[in-house]
């Protein structure tokens, strides 16, 4: 069934796209789809050759070499597991020793600029991409001369579409990360289905700025380009909004997937001219404000469209789109996550008896699809409990309205019980953040309370704020008296902690919160003082 996997849609791609570009990145790299094939499949050669184990780590960033190095495992018949490098050695190791990987393909330039020292279990592209001139042209020929079938009957181990063609470690933003397994069969839907919500042409360019050990930059920024058949433009740096904008503006980027946080940095830095080509710009991972939208949309003329996707739906669920459907409803509605993708189905369902649907109400989502995840490496119980039948449990609460919109509330691990009532964190941060001028951010959490089982903690991260001030408006606010944090739990902090992926680090945040003791109420009325250094 090798025809059915990544590797083999590559091919067929490739073949048909030959002369065109693929990859780029900024570095100056550029290379067509018949170069990258063939560059892969030498490659593919090495790491066959060296890598025993079904599964090869690779630690490289989004970049030409990051992207070849994933399409050569696959083409070994390896599972390339992608390490997260911002999430510290221990965690990567901790990845390695789960995932049973007993080779690391990387590259000494990245090592030296990510400050990350080489080990023996590493393998270098400086080394490896050292091929001999009769395997270039015996690869070279092959890769030109036989049919897409041919090639992938010779050059590709068979693997069934349910096999795993990755392992993505979850954010570990709420709970220690968890290594989801995905299928050939659950990328390709995913990608079968995006291509059919947006409709993209060979002349679209995508800017890559997300890393590959993301769902989104995996899935979304590497293989949905390639197997698609468009060009893909990558930058490591996806706060590096100067080369970003350069890189726009060079190569004529029509699509980039990245976060609000990330598109509010773009427009207060990239010029109008360089988007000027870019027709979706399409963000998740954190909520988008209206601030933010509105000031993308009146600098580059162009909405926002906020999705949604979770890395256990390998990982897009669904996003507003521009325009209309054939019945002349729109497909972008604010505050909404947008409608599901094509074969991914979702239900709103209590979040304490889950066989109970509630079609017209809040409650926990379900969502269900050929995307959906195999299952967490390792952990029948994480797995069982994530499964209801064919749904997974998503553990956001939402509700979808009659045009069938889906608009996340909360999660249900960011509610806490105070007084015996459940406070949703992201209500209390949205009356918050009403009172903060952008840039300044705010976010909610929790820490235990003798007197009422859990108290609330807010931080922001406007220096010219008073604690007192925030505080006393909160209380003229509609938000029950319950859900308001004590005057001296409203913090001041120089930023939100956040991941290398850009979402929140809620652990990092909990622990800030357990770490910093409360401050006597008579002294909650002093300006704020910062809490974390830059």
Known sequence: MAADSLPARFIA?????????????????????????????????????????????????ASAGGAIANVAASLAGKIPVNLNFTAGAEAMAAAV????????????????????????????????????????????????????PLLTQLMVPARAPDSVATIIFS???????????????????????????????????????????????FTGTLWFPLLTGFAVVYHPNPTDAKSIGDLSER?????????????????????????????????????????IARAFKDKFGLDLLEGYGCTEMAPIVSVNLPGTDRRGTARHKP???????????????????LDHPLPNGEGMLLLKGPNRMLGYLDDPAATAAAFRGEWYVTGDI????????????DRLSRFSKIGGEMVPHMRVEEELQRLLPEPHTCFVTSVPCDVKGERLVAFFTDPDARAQDLWDR?????????????????????????????????????????????????????????????
């Open 171 to 217: 954010s570990g933003s709420t709970s220690v990360p968890k290594g989801v397994m995905l299928t050939h069969r659950n990328i390709s839907a995913n990608i079968e289905s995006v291509n059919e919500a947006f409709e993209l042409t060979a002349a679209d360019v995508m800017l890559g700025v997300l890393p590959f050990f993301h769902s989104f930059g």
């Open 474 to 534: 909160l209380g003229e606010s509609e938000l029950p008296k319950l859900w308001i944090p004590k005057r001296d739990d409203m913090r001041f902090v120089d930023a939100i902690p956040t991941l290398g992926t850009g979402k929140i680090d809620q652990r990092a945040v909990r622990e800030l919160a357990l770490t910093i003791p409360r401050r006597a109420a008579a002294s909650a009325a002093m300006p704020a003082q910062p809490l974390l250094s830059e």
């Open 97 to 148: 020793r789960r995932c049973r990987i007993g080779r690391i393909v990387t590259s000494r330039t990245f090592l030296e600029k990510a400050s990350i020292a080489a080990t023996g279990d590493m393998l270098f592209l400086e080394d490896l991409l050292r091929f001999g001139p009769v395997s270039k042209v015996v690869v070279a020929a092959a890769a030109r001369l036989l049919s897409a």
């Open 335 to 353: 505050g909404t996550v947008g409608r599901p993708l094509p074969r991914v189905e979702a239900r709103i369902v209590d979040p304490e008896a």
């Open 13 to 61: 791609t490739a073949k048909r796209r030959w002369s065109a570009l693929a990859i780029a990145d900024s570095t100056g790299r550029e290379l067509t789809y018949g170069r990258t094939l063939i560059a892969a499949l030498l490659l593919a050669r090495a790491i066959r050759r060296q890598v025993p184990e079904d599964t090869v780590g690779l630690l490289l960033p």
């Open 251 to 291: 190569y004529g980027a029509t699509l980039i997937i990245s976060t609000p946080t990330f598109c509010a940095s773009y427009t207060r830095k990239i010029r109008r001219e360089q988007f000027a080509a870019l027709r979706y710009a399409i963000v998740g991972a954190e909520k988008l404000r209206e601030p």
């Open 398 to 409: 939402a509700s979808i309205d009659g045009d069938e919109f889906i608009r996340i509330t």
